[in-house]
């Protein structure tokens, strides 16, 4: 079995972060196993910040890489588990 590491990805703003945290997501794509976003959601209110959590499997060097540029992102914060 491969090495798992997962992330929580704290969004701040998701309408300031969301296109760039995207795109590093996308760039990344072959190595997220699995993505899920949290969010506070109501019939008229859309939270403006969120959690999401990423199962992520290419290995230590791109997990690295990938961090650095979501922190790099103003309002990203990155917490990481590996196993």
């Known amino acids: 079995m491969s090495q798992r ?4 990805v704290n969004v701040t703003s998701f309408a300031q972060n969301s296109g760039e ?3 590093v997501f996308r760039e990344y794509g072959c ?8 969010h506070e959601a109501m ?3 859309c939270a ?5 959590l990423v199962e992520f499997v290419g290995g230590t060097e791109k ?6 540029k979501l922190t790099a992102l103003p309002g990203i914060e990155v917490k990481r ?3």
């Open 48 to 52: 403006p910040n969120g959690l999401i």
């Open 63 to 68: 997990a690295d890489e990938m961090t650095a």
């Open 81 to 83: 588990m590996d196993f």
């Open 31 to 38: 190595s997220i196993r699995t993505r899920l976003g949290l």
């Open 43 to 45: 019939d008229n209110i």
């Open 21 to 23: 945290v995207q795109a």
């Open 5 to 8: 590491i997962i992330f929580g």
